[in-house]
């Protein structure tokens, strides 16, 4: 988006279709990078107002303002190695909703995710990855045990873990995660005035999918 306006006066459906129609740009090699330029810098110096909060995974090739042709001021976001979730994450997203006044929330996971890999092999072999980077690891692993709890699979016809329907689930239990430990955002998204949507990127085209939507965003997960 390219105009000032208050994220309060957008619906959940505005503020995706505006990500939807960002990313086509992007996807069609026909990015306008709105809202990048020194006017824009200026208009912002006394007040932010973004349309969504964007969290996602803290990879190189999945920069938020980029993949959906956005600019200063649009996106409020929020990264993590695999968008895994703890306290001030959670604080961050609150801050962009409640605070901010965004109208949607993006959980943004991607195939080839290292952390989601790093995950799977630690659950296939035992060997846990060094220092910090565990704490990563281990945030990941929750979604295995869900999807196991739940009578679902992510492993393919060979027996061994497929890191596509593990990244897929682990996009679903974020958003219901984030869901269930936010009581404000889970008010919001009761109330309509937000939305928490689940999507999925493909590194080679720049195409997203949506997999998982909590509220109205004028559409339903595809997969
Ligand atoms: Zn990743």
Sequence with gaps: MTTERDPRTL???????????GNQRFVSDAAQHP??????????????H??????GCSDSRVAAEIIFDQGLG???VVRTAGHVLDTT????????????GTPLVVVLGHESCGAIAAAAHTLETGEQPPGFVRAVVDRVI?????????????????????PDLLRRE????TVSMLLSYSAGLSAAVAAGRCAVVGVEYTLSDGRMT??????????????
């Design 11 to 21: 619906t959940p459906r505005d503020a995706w279709k505006a990500l939807r129609d």
């Design 35 to 48: 809202s990048q330029d020194a006017a824009r810098r200026a208009e912002l110096s006394a007040a932010q």
């Design 50 to 55: 973004p349309f969504a909060v964007v969290f």
């Design 74 to 76: 649009d996106a409020f």
């Design 89 to 100: 994450v959670i604080g961050s997203i609150e801050y962009g909703v409640q605070l901010l």
């Design 142 to 162: 929750p979604t295995i045990v869900n999807i196991t709890s739940t009578g679902r699979g992510v492993r393919g016809v060979d027996g061994q873990v497929d």
């Design 170 to 173: 682990h996009v679903r239990h």
């Design 210 to 223: 949506l997999v998982e939507v909590a509220g109205d965003v004028g559409e339903d997960p595809v997969v």
